[in-house]
């Protein structure tokens, strides 16, 4: 059999400021890539852990942290293949390769040689004379081997590493399982009294996804975000509208091969398996272990303080979309297919004016061109794009970022619109980190290779493309996340950019949504697409007034969905029965009738399509209290772009990365850190 060769344009970069050249690159190369990459890792790992020297900082951590780059470099390809435009041969590769690459990493971390070296230097580490970003590099590596069971008994090893494989492919599985019940659903209309109510623009996307269907002239309600949300919004057919919904809501519990329910019960058993393997209580104690938060009972405060709040809230909202049903002459109760549909009627009513008549000022050319500008204005750097470079998908757009000095700092691709081959949601990963360290070809450092992935609904042919406000705020949330990373400058991959603690991580992204609102933004860049005029200013103050409209629902619907993320890590015993525990938690704190989850149990990607954001999902919340409260830092100086802020921001938030403790890295910015009132007075749900 011959041996397994590699296409050098999975690790020779060769492409515009060391991208790679993703037209040199097909399928068929992966699986003998990752082959190929996983022997040279192997060998690398084994001169460090035989090294005859005694360790030191350098001769092995220094030599872990560059190890195994062509195995990185044809993984961030893969990833970033498996999320945005797979295919049947991409997602079988998906399920060999998930569990090979947890067998991989789970022999490194029991590699009892290595851990030795390294757990030599983290008892002597006061001797070391490390900075303190050397020091939080060995901590990540020291905890990272104890967590793959490194201390543990040779049996209970390998019976980690068998957990951990598992879970690799049930992740990988869940995901799958999504996207197709995403994929094979969708719902024909044709004749007028369908559209009933749908503005142009959606009817415009609407049929442009028809098409693709091969229903040309026809219109299509997808499970898109993107589509079916303002689909629920505008539909004046009830009937329609709880047909899309219900499809929407049962996603991975459709029965049948692409059913999650046995996956959920199955991964839920397994981690908490793998969290007694390790000490721990429950799974939600090992993930919260390294975490500001640290304890489920400080998550769990911080969640019914505000549940509380919000449930009083949503029944107020309830009441009044019950009474304009009522004022409409119908006597049905209020249904989770009515909710999107009135609330949009009455913020119509209350503030004079609707969804539809805002998102004619908001154009995804202008809202990207408004996020550059707003990163231009804190932090100096500016964005260029490179329109003969070619990316990942004909759809990906190619950035140069510059800072203020000229200097390259980064490259940045956009991917912003939805299609059959990208799985839902939007979000930030990287082909390559920024660091400082000199790699095994003389290279000194590395600039980072960014990029955002979102799923606006794309126009049809010579049509722009409008966004929600919603859909706003996504773009400028995930190129957040693209700063955290484009920004950083530490010296060590492993703390470099988003390599922070998980309810960290959502603090730039979530702080940057804030400057989509500042007026002077929207002045600019909220133009009508037709026109060019800005949006005028009683409109701008509709919008600006109408913020905190609707927020029961919002919070109610993220808050349940974080209380069930926790009671499923906590539970004493993994629910044999997921949903029925679902269930249990949703009533026992009240959850109204009229109102579902944002994501239910058996799509919930974060959750359950690996472990990023398992027993995790609150820290969109926890990051919220501190982006509130950052945020009021500049308001307090009573300019949205204070420069010295903004220095202070850019230095101790954006650009550190992990190389600080989070909470040190949030009291060197604010001095302080914050209580969540300012973050419930954002929401509306205190004075």
């Known amino acids: 059999m011959a041996e397994a060769k590699i296409n050098p344009a999975l690790i020779d970069w060769n492409g515009r400021n060391g991208l790679p050249d993703f037209a040199q690159i097909s399928e068929s190369d992966f699986a003998p890539a990752f082959d190929v990459g996983f022997k040279l890792h192997e060998a690398e790992i084994d001169t460090i852990a035989n090294n005859p020297e005694a360790p030191t900082f350098e001769n092995t951590i220094v030599a872990l942290e560059i190890a195994g780059d062509e195995l990185s470099r044809v993984s961030s390809i893969f990833w970033n293949r498996a999320g945005a435009d797979t295919n049947d041969l991409i997602q079988a590769l998906e399920r060999d390769i998930s569990p090979k690459m947890s067998r991989h990493y789970s022999k490194i971390g029991m590699n009892e040689a290595l851990f030795k070296r390294i757990d030599t230097l983290w008892e002597t580490r006061e001797a070391l004379n490390l900075d303190l970003e050397q020091t939080r590099v060995l901590e990540r590596h020291w905890k990272g081997f104890v967590r793959s069971g490194a201390k543990l008994p040779r049996a209970d090893q390998e019976r980690l590493a068998a957990i951990n494989e598992r879970l690799a492919s049930l992740g990988a599985r869940f995901g799958q399982n999504v996207l197709a019940d995403e994929k094979s659903w969708f719902l024909i209309l044709g004749?007028?009294?369908?559209?009933?109510?749908?503005?142009?623009?959606?009817?415009?996307?609407?049929?442009?996804?028809?098409?693709?269907?091969?229903?040309?002239?026809?219109?299509?309600?997808?499970?898109?975000?993107?589509?079916i949300e303002p689909f629920l919004t505008f539909s004046e057919r009830r009937d329609l509208r709880e047909t899309a919904f219900k499809a929407w809501i049962a996603r991975g519990e459709n029965g049948g091969e692409t059913d999650?329910?046995?996956?959920?019960?199955?991964?839920?058993?397994?981690?908490?398996?793998?969290?007694?393997?390790?000490?721990?209580?429950?799974f939600a104690e090992m993930k919260l272990d390294n975490t500001m938060a640290k304890t489920p009972e400080n998550v769990n405060g911080l969640l019914m303080q505000v549940w509380e709040k919000a449930r009083v809230r949503a029944a107020e909202e309830e009441a009044d979309i019950a009474k304009a049903i009522a004022a409409e002459g119908k006597n049905h109760d209020v249904k989770p297919w009515d909710w999107r549909h009135y609330a949009e009627k009455i913020r119509s009513q209350r503030f004079n004016f609707s969804e539809g008549e805002l998102k004619p000022y908001l154009q995804l050319e202008k809202i990207i061109e408004a996020c550059f500008d707003v990163a231009r204005r804190l932090f100096g750097i500016t964005a260029t794009e490179l329109k003969d470079v070619k990316a990942y998908h004909p759809d990906a757009r190619v950035f140069e970022i510059r800072d203020a000095a000229g200097k390259l700092k980064a490259m940045f691709v956009?991917?912003?619109?939805?299609?059959?081959?990208?799985?839902?949601?939007?979000?930030?990963?990287?082909?390559?980190?920024?660091?400082?360290?000199?790699?095994k070809n003389g290279a000194q450092g590395e600039i980072p290779l960014i990029y955002n992935v979102c799923n606006f609904a794309k126009p049809a042919e010579g049509k722009p493309a409008l966004l929600s406000l919603d859909d706003a705020r996504t773009l400028f949330h995930e190129f957040g996340h693209a700063l955290h990373g484009m920004l950083s400058d530490?010296?060590?991959?492993?703390?470099?950019?988003?390599?922070?603690?998980?309810?960290f991580v959502e603090l730039p992204s979530q702080l940057y949504e804030h400057w989509l609102t500042v007026p002077e933004i929207l002045k600019t860049y909220a133009v009508h697409y037709e026109t060019g005029a800005p949006m005028p200013q009683a409109l701008l103050d509709k919008v600006l007034a109408a913020r905190t409209f609707n927020a029961g629902f919002a919070t109610v619907e993220f808050t349940s969905s974080a209380?069930?993320?926790?009671?499923?890590?906590?539970?004493?015993?993994?629910?044999?029965?997921p949903m029925a525990l679902e269930a249990k938690v949703l009533k026992d704190i009240g959850m109204p009738d009229a109102m579902v989850m944002r994501h239910r149990s058996p799509h919930f990607q974060h959750v359950f399509a690996g472990d990023g954001y398992s027993a995790g999902y609150y820290s969109y919340m926890w990051s919220e209290v501190l982006d509130a409260d950052a945020f009021s830092a500049f308001e307090e100086t009573g300019d949205a772009f204070n420069p010295k802020m903004a220095e202070k921001l850019k230095l101790k938030i954006y650009s550190s990365g992990g190389s600080m403790d989070p909470e040190d890295a949030y009291k060197a910015f604010r001095g302080k850190l914050p209580s969540p009132e300012a973050m419930l007075k954002k929401k509306g749900l205190a004075a």
Not at 260 to 282: M, Q, W, Y
Request: hydrophobic content about 40%; charged content about 25%; overall charge neutral.
């Open 191 to 227: 004749d007028d009294a369908d559209l009933a109510g749908l503005p142009d623009f959606l009817k415009d996307a609407m049929a442009a996804q028809a098409e693709a269907r091969g229903e040309k002239g026809k219109y299509a309600v997808t499970l898109s975000r993107s589509i």
């Open 563 to 577: 209380l069930v993320d926790m009671a499923y890590h906590t539970a004493a015993e993994p629910p044999a029965d």
């Open 490 to 503: 530490v010296t060590y991959p492993t703390v470099s950019g988003t390599g922070v603690s998980r309810d």
């Open 414 to 439: 956009g991917d912003y619109f939805a299609r059959s081959s990208k799985r839902s949601g939007a979000w930030m990963s990287s082909f390559q980190s920024q660091h400082k360290l000199t790699l």
């Open 260 to 282: 999650n329910r046995g996956v959920i019960a199955e991964t839920l058993k397994l981690r908490d398996e793998k969290a007694k393997l390790l000490g721990f209580a429950n």
